[in-house]
T-cell receptor
Framework: AQSVAQPEDQVNVAEGNPLTVKCTYSVSGNPYLFWYVQYPNRGLQFLLKYITGDNLVKGSYGFEAEFNKSQTSFHLKKPSALVSDSALYFCAVRDPYNTDKLIFGTGTRLQVFP | DTAVSQTPKYLVTQMGNDKSIKCEQNLGHDTMYWYKQDSKKFLKIMFSYNNKELIINETVPNRFSPKSPDKAHLNLHINSLELGDSAVYFC???????????????FGAGTRLSVL
């Protein structure tokens, strides 16, 4: 079965420090991978995607993600965290058998402390 | 301008009632979706429509009936509400159907449904 795993329920980081939010996937064929962010009482906002090409993908708000095929990972990163980055982050993969369907991970809450 | 808008934002109702949630997108997209987010924040797709046609129908009880009067609207009607229906429901839209760089889903702010 196609799936996405986010092994950390919560990640805590001090403002100004680099952050990483982990995501691994299990999918047949080449994966189409996404990161979304959900701020409190808001809908999900698209951050970035990997379809093909460079393994390092740059997205909104200074975030980037690195696709690693051998490790089946797509970790979200930012060089310097801001308090305003505190939110719930979702990794998702497109279902290769039903390409309109996104399969989401369980989400990781990022808390950035001043 | 809100790209994907849902109404109402909050919905509190009694078990057994029938309720509807409306969704509209002004992005000119062809495909719209409904997702359910449970109390543990787990997100799962329920339905997708492309140009008013049902494409995805996950194993959702038939008490849930989506209706798409035109491609800019996808409403969700729920009959005989149950306690377990309490969740946040998100509407989303994407430009096209299927794979491709245009298929990014854009989400509404969600409707928090509480069934008492």
């Amino acid at each position: 079965a196609q799936s996405v795993a986010q092994p950390e329920d919560q990640v805590n980081v001090a403002e100004g420090n680099p952050l990483t939010v982990k995501c691994t996937y299990s999918v047949s064929g080449n994966p189409y991978l996404f990161w979304y962010v959900q701020y409190p009482n808001r809908g999900l906002q698209f951050l970035l995607k990997y379809i093909t090409g460079d393994n390092l993908v740059k997205g909104s708000y200074g975030f980037e993600a690195e696709f690693n095929k051998s490790q089946t990972s797509f970790h979200l990163k930012k060089p310097s965290a801001l308090v305003s980055d505190s939110a719930l982050y979702f990794c998702a993969v497109r279902d290769p058998y039903n390409t309109d369907k996104l399969i989401f991970g369980t989400g990781t809450r990022l808390q950035v402390f001043p | 301008d809100t790209a994907v808008s849902q109404t109402p934002k909050y919905l509190v109702t009694q078990m057994g009632n029938d309720k509807s949630i409306k969704c509209e997108q002004n992005l000119g997209h062809d495909t719209m979706y409904w997702y359910k987010q449970d109390s543990k924040k787990f997100l799962k797709i329920m339905f997708s429509y492309n140009n008013k046609e049902l494409i995805i129908n996950e194993t959702v009880p038939n008490r849930f009936s989506p209706k798409s009067p035109d491609k800019a609207h996808l409403n969700l009607h729920i009959n005989s509400l149950e306690l377990g229906d309490s969740a946040v429901y998100f509407c989303a839209s994407s430009q096209v159907l299927g794979p491709g760089p245009q298929n990014i889903q854009y989400f509404g702010a969600g409707t928090r449904l509480s069934v008492l």
